[in-house]
């Protein structure tokens, strides 16, 4: 859900977002070797793939991706 | 194809990579354990709830604080249903397990002599404090140092069993898709608790997994209806995370639409550093009263504030910046707060030493039912450690090796692969989504009523039968989403069963029974499975042989006590009439 863009030219393929994701949202392309998003309604907004990535090329936002079941 | 991994000869295994589970497989390799191995579905360290922990701990100073009062509290706050004697030994072994996360690496907020420092949080006593969440790379590191082997992508979705012992379990990898069996003498659940996906971001990963992996095992569950918190407080329209524990420390304040401060009213003495059971409670009184929306105003905090805010939470505070709520060092703006989903703990029943009632099978931190361990991280570290230090002793016991049962693995590959099979069905996503439906409203579980809670159990059953059955998945990642909807279906059917069951307000309000009940609810209420049918009975509490005593008494419960001294509630023919 907060996952937004991730940068091409500066990812560098190290597959940290993707071991880190507590959500398994990422994935690396075999051809291009670079993190794409894949299961962006499974995002959890927890930020860990941009606080993680060396390259700084994830960027998240911390909005809901549909409306959220809430208490009222 | 997949390709089925066997992992052999395992002396404790640890389901769970939080910090529970972390500090288990720690203590367990320290306690002389060959081959410890610690599974996570995620990534060891960077899943559950501990590593996105709110830079705060609860710990027993020795020196200064007073271990009776300190249980009693907590016994209290548990509403007198405690593991007393579990709860105590947790406080004993809070300092000195500070002080091993402190020689790990965990960067904690010191004075200028090098002493802990302690500031006012939610309760009583003072907090700690550690900066931003490096708290679970620290300790993960420390596991691996100490010769724990981390199988990360891993989601375990069976438990296997010999004669009633626990002797490993089963699960699938997320990237490759391959079956996984870990053959081990002792296997530790270290999965946390479950918030129904809901509101809290951070927190969507622990779906309940540990529990439902025990219930199908056989073991005995108990807590499910009352949770050690109903739920916490969130900002309501952002996935912004923990914090509020310093927010409210800091002076923050909570406002109903009128723009009353109406925790003065509920608590004129701790008012937000209430405990989250009567903020949980406050803010449902006042939604049920129409006065929601609830915000959160810090707009009043000084710059200084606002910085020591940023050490302390810069994630939280990064976010609050990226949609204007903070400029610079000022808030500039109130947020809308909210109950989060109802927190859902139908944990192991454990004795004393975290055992569960399958033998071989330890639980600890929020895997545990909530009498036996408080929610927090100093909680999930003691318990932890304790239930990897017993899962030694008990493996070092064992003479030889029990070996799975062919049959049972191969049925647990079936069940485990299922979702994979069907060529069509429903979505988890759609599943969650009617599951959410039925619980997460604050007028079912938070405040609850018979009526509402069988209309909720009704639509539970309804996803149960008509919807989990027609699970499909297209891939792993799929399938891990299907078996997660499954055990938060499972989880909900406790919750509710159990809420049913309690025919008293003691740890959550109900407006049909608004009494705590003294005479005949220090109970437990424990789940099991029984012929494929679960089976809920009460089991009376041995406060007699704990050191803090409860009068037994029924009494109106004190948060419906003070709505009606407010004249929000008038209780008639037993049950509560609003006003």
Known sequence: MGVRKIDVALCNGCGICVDHCPMDVLRLDPETKKAFIQYIRDCQSCFLCETECPQSAIYCLPVHERRMVTAW | MTQEVRVTDIDVLVIGGGLAGTYAAIRAKESGANKVVQVDKGHVGKSGNSCFGAGVMHVFFPEQDDLEDRVRRLSRSLGYIAQQDLIQEHLEDSFQILGEMDSAGVDFVKGAGGEFERRPGRGYYPVVMFRGFQLMDAMSKAARKAGVEQFNKVMMTGLLSRDGIAVGGVGFNLLSGDFYVFESKATVLATGSTWYKGLLPGQRDTTGDGYALAYRAGAVLSGAENNDMLANLMPARYDIGPGMNKYVGEGGVFLNATGE????????????????????????????????????????????QVRRLKEVLPLAMAMFERVRIVEGDQFVKRIEWMPCAPVARPGLMVSNKFEASLAGLYACGEATSPQAVVTGLAAAATSGARAGRYAVQYAAEMDSRLLPDREQLEELKEVTYRPLQRRDGIEPDQVLLLLQEAVVPYDSLLLRDGERLKAALQDVEEIRDSQVPLLVAYDPHYLRMAHEAANLTLVAEMHLRAALLRTESRTALREDYPYMDNEAWLQWVLVKRRDGAMELWPEPVP????????ERSKILHHLWQTAQDLRMVTIQGGRVRWV
Do not use: W
């Not at chain 2, 406060?543 to 409860?550: G, L, W």
């Open chain 2, 261 to 304: 401060r109406f925790m003065e009213k509920y608590n004129p003495r701790l008012k937000e550093r209430a405990g989250l059971r009567i903020l949980t409670g406050a803010f449902c009184m006042e939604a049920k009263q129409g006065r929601a929306p609830i915000f959160m105003d810090m707009t009043h905090f000084s710059p200084d």
């Open chain 2, 543 to 550: 406060i007699e042989r704990y050191p803090i005593q409860v």
